[in-house]
């Protein structure tokens, strides 16, 4: 027996219906459960309130996108304002600074050991796009030199002595010539002047006034 003899036979008292009806539940609904029709739109309706819903992922992909977009920018121009407050002597001071002391505390002190400027000198040579200026010091012997990398570019370093003294001479070619400027951190003395399209600075733990008795007469035999 199926269930649309099954609806036909309602309300028949049959012994045969009723095992049928027992042993096939959904017979049960589909006989005694009302039909309606669904109004006319209802689907396009569901649909519709359907659709913000599947768009929230690709919604709130876009927030995130934008938020990182907008950290991004809000980084860059606070590192950018930043370094717009710092004093471009005392970063230029300090990367100086930092390029003597890496000197002093690893073995690349000196490239070429040499107290004679004529063999110091040709040492540079294709090694850097330019050629250094090499004197002798009075009382403040040269000791050699070396090709020294600091400030995102490559420096030609002398290194000169006064008693236990270690002096690191620095020269690099400059567009802009920075102005002469000295300045003390943490018990070392930066000297800076520019000198024939090149920007050059010493630095050392000797006392202000002997560094700047070197600086001097380098600066002396520039006139």
Known sequence: MNCEIGRQMMDVNDPALAAHLRSSPSCIIQTRARYYQAPPGLEHKIRQSLRPVEAKPWIWRSVAIAAALLLAAS?????????SRVDPQRLLAVNVLSAHVRSLAGT??????????????????????????????????????????????????????????????????????????????????????????????????????ELKQFADSLRQDEK
């Not at 980084?75 to 370094?83: F, Q, S």
């Open 75 to 83: 980084v860059t121009w606070n590192v950018a304002l930043l370094r």
């Open 108 to 209: 690349h002190l000196l490239d070429v050991p040499s107290s004679d400027q004529h063999t110091v000198k040709p040492f540079f040579n294709g090694k850097l796009e330019f050629s250094p200026s090499v004197k002798d010091v009075p009382g403040f012997p040269l000791l050699g030199g070396r090709v020294e990398y600091f400030d995102g570019h490559a420096a030609a370093a002398l290194v000169y002595g006064r008693r236990k003294h270690i002096i690191n001479l620095f020269a690099w070619p400059s567009p802009s010539p920075i102005a002469p400027s000295t300045r003390s951190i943490n018990g070392y003395h930066v000297a800076c002047w520019p000198s024939g399209g090149m920007d050059v600075c010493s630095v050392s733990d000797l006392n202000e006034a």
